[in-house]
């Protein structure tokens, strides 16, 4: 474990340095917008560019890579991510920050693809469970340590746009002089929605609240914080609170789903995502610590729901499928993560900027509702897998591809292949063979 660690030391950097780079901007770009004037519903409509643009990278970037390889697609999306940062200050237009917005968003889908690829790569079944943790800590890290990056300097200046865009190109060096071989490109399956409501009607609907709720905090979080008046300090003290809260509950949580049936812990998560909503409502900035305790705990359950809702769903299917399930959840969460930032800012400007967390809550209390309802006329599946923690919002994508259980199933599906077509080649041979005996018996006839 300990080469395998070194070997991909330089990766974790490029990972850590496009995390940093991401968590600053994506808090930075929701305050600016409020300082420059644009209204609540336009700054909700250009946040959720970036969801918009992530959909569109998951699905085109894998073509691109097929054509030009791992490496050019790595160092041009870079690029075109490092210049979409710098652009923010050239022309400070909402429309524009929108069309930006869905350019970093399709990039930085692109980027995980192509790192999380190569650490796939160096991975075995044998230390995948510990690189995928360790990739996780990384993730929410970086992504809760970009928010602090807001602290050196005034968001209503350019330098920090500079330091996101520094970041980003930084992020190129690592992944440029590794020595590793170009990773596999991984197919993306998926199922039909309607198929997989079907299957599990309570792990569909969690996917796409979890998806709502994580676009809308962490597209309108931000401007929560600056209308309620917490300073920059205080602000990026919030957004981390809620980050690092994720990186402490997941694996309780987690390992409380593991031993229960599901359902009851996502009720649970539904359940306190109204609760602490609904005192981070009442609260804003009036008692800073209190904000900051309840945002910790709603950053926990904000970040298990999905992961817990994948989970569910994969108890009621089989091994071969995870994958194609997997590719579903992702694009039913990631159209709930494109709609939240925009209807989440609906709210705020009709109701005011407590509406966020008392809308979050509303719509958890009715997935708890539901779930509830659920559990009375359907018995609870046999697990088939552990569960596995999930990155940000602003950080899903690939992440699938390094899941422990992603490899094994791909392996099994391989050599079940390779197996078939060993067959067939012999049925094919012995077939040959009697066609060949029977035309020389006939010949020998004639």
């Not at 579903?328 to 930032?341: C, E, K, M, Q, R």
Request: charged share 15%; hydrophobic share 50%; with cysteine.
């Amino acid at each position: 474990m300990r080469d395998i660690i070194g070997s991909i030391t330089a990766l974790m950097a490029g990972i850590a340095f496009l995390l940093l780079g991401n968590g600053l901007q994506g808090t930075l770009i929701g305050v600016r917008a409020q300082i420059e004037g644009f209204s609540t519903s336009m700054t909700g409509f250009l946040m959720s560019g970036y969801f918009i643009g992530h959909i569109i990278g998951a699905l085109y970037v894998p073509r691109l890579v097929g054509f030009v390889g791992h490496i050019r697609v790595f160092a041009a999306l870079a690029s075109l991510a490092s210049a979409a940062a710098l652009l923010h200050v050239v022309w400070i237009d909402p429309y524009f920050w929108a069309l930006l917005r869905g350019i970093t968003g399709a990039c930085l889908a692109g980027l995980y693809l192509v790192t999380e690829s190569w650490l796939n790569g160096r991975a075995d079944n044998k230390n995948r469970g510990k690189l995928f943790s360790l990739y996780m800590v990384i993730n929410l890290a970086s992504v809760g340590l970009g928010q602090q990056l807001m602290n050196l300097a005034d968001p209503a200046g350019f330098h920090l746009f500079v330091l996101g865009s520094v970041l980003f190109s930084v992020a190129v060096i690592p992944v440029a002089l590794t020595r590793a071989p170009a990773p596999e490109l991984q197919e993306t399956l998926r199922m039909k929605i309607g198929t997989l409501w079907k299957i599990s009607p309570v792990g569909i609907t969690g996917a796409f609240t979890a998806g709502l709720t994580n676009g809308a905090f962490w597209g309108m979080g931000p401007v929560f914080a600056y209308q309620t008046g917490l300073t920059t300090a205080q602000l990026a003290g919030f957004m981390s609170a809620v980050v690092f809260g994720g990186m402490a509950l997941q694996y309780p949580l987690g390992w409380l789903s593991d031993r229960t049936d599901r359902r009851n812990v996502i009720a649970l998560i539904a359940a306190g995502l109204a609760a602490t909503g609904c005192v981070m409502g009442m609260t804003g900035a009036a008692v800073l610590w209190l904000l900051l305790i309840a945002a910790f705990l709603f950053g926990g359950f904000l970040l298990t729901l999905g992961a817990l809702c994948n989970a569910h769903i994969n108890d009621h299917v089989a091994a071969k499928d995870f994958v194609q399930v997997s590719g579903t959840i992702l694009l039913v969460s990631g159209l709930g993560a494109v709609a939240g930032p925009y209807l989440a800012a609906l709210v705020m400007e009709s109701f005011g900027t407590s509406a966020l967390f008392y809308g979050i809550a509303a719509l958890t209390s009715l997935l708890l509702i539901y779930v509830l309802y659920a559990r009375t006329i359907r018995a609870a599946p046999k697990r088939t897998e552990d569960f596995v923690p999930s990155s940000t919002a602003m950080t899903a994508g690939f992440i699938s591809r390094i899941d422990p259980r992603y490899r094994v199933i791909k392996e099994k599906t391989r050599a079940a292949g390779k197996k078939a077509a060993k067959v067939l080649k012999t049925a094919a041979v012995k077939t040959a063979r009697k066609t060949v005996k029977r035309k020389a018996k006939k010949t020998q006839q004639d």
